[in-house]
């Protein structure tokens, strides 16, 4: 499966953007389909993840991020919400089934990463 994201660039802080992750092939509705991020000097983060229609997020982007997906057309989004200058990141989607890790790096399949980048 080969997943590419896109809709990254640069939005004031209290901005909003939405990111999408096309996949090559559909998932199936019990594949975990994660976004994570990781800014300049930083350790990589997972923002959240979407497995069964059940969604789950860290709590540094409780309230502001939400995943869906529209298995129609095999795209995951992560819609972003009252963005703040520390949401700058290299954003990247992953897949996988067996569970939802928390480093990217358990997917059985990663994108390339969108950058976001929010200024104050």
């Known amino acids: 499966v080969e997943l590419v994201e896109s809709g990254g660039g640069s939005v004031q802080a209290g901005g909003s953007l939405r990111l999408s992750c096309a996949a090559s092939?559909?998932?199936?509705?019990?594949?975990?389909m994660a976004w994570f991020r990781q800014a300049p000097g930083k350790v990589r983060e997972r923002v959240g993840f979407i497995v069964a229609g059940i969604t789950y997020y860290e709590d540094f982007v409780k309230g502001r991020f939400t995943i869906s997906q529209d298995n129609a057309k095999n795209t995951l989004y992560l819609h972003m919400n009252i963005l703040k200058p520390e949401d700058t990141a290299m954003y990247y989607c992953?897949?996988?089934?067996?569970?939802?890790?928390?480093?990217?790096?358990?997917?059985?399949?990663r994108g390339q990463g969108t950058q976001v980048t929010v200024s104050s």
């Open positions: 092939r559909y998932t199936v509705n019990n594949w975990c």
């Open positions: 992953a897949a996988g089934i067996g569970g939802c890790p928390a480093e990217m790096s358990d997917y059985a399949y």
